[in-house]
């Protein structure tokens, strides 16, 4: 969306894995100036759609996975992050050798696996669109407190 189609100045993603329901996936674009919510929403329904029905590729899939990787390892340099990382883990059922070879799990992950998560997960009925807007109208004065 921002690189190969130039409709978004910025995208991200992100996955709250620590809850003990279903958790969340979240996912938000900003649009290039000019370009309609509805043209981003459609693009990024497509990009889903692509991932649901093809999969992603091996180089997509190792750069995600060293990311990962390497965030786990250089957290391990803040006592703040591993003791909320070992915190979570304890509380929702995970024990401390789940924490410690995360990395590996990550390592072994198949492009296969994502798609089949993919397929089972990324549903549209599933979803809530969001549209967080700068309103543009005027904004009226306050009106002074005359009784003082």
Known sequence: LVVKQGIAVSTA???????????QL??????????????????IDAVLAHVITNGIDED????AKTQLV???????????SLARWYGVALTTGSRVEDVAAWPERIRKVSADQVKAAA??????RRSVTGY???DLAPVAPKRED???
């Open 13 to 23: 993603a992100w996955y709250s894995g620590s809850g003990l329901d279903s958790t």
């Open 26 to 43: 979240g996912i938000s674009v900003t649009p290039k100036p000019g370009v309609t919510l509805d043209t981003t929403e459609t693009a």
């Open 60 to 63: 997509a899939l190792a750069r």
């Open 70 to 80: 390497a965030a786990a390892i250089y957290a391990q340099d803040s006592q703040t």
């Open 119 to 124: 397929q089972a997960w990324l549903d549209a």
């Open 132 to 134: 967080l807007v700068k």
């Open 146 to 148: 005359k009784r003082s």
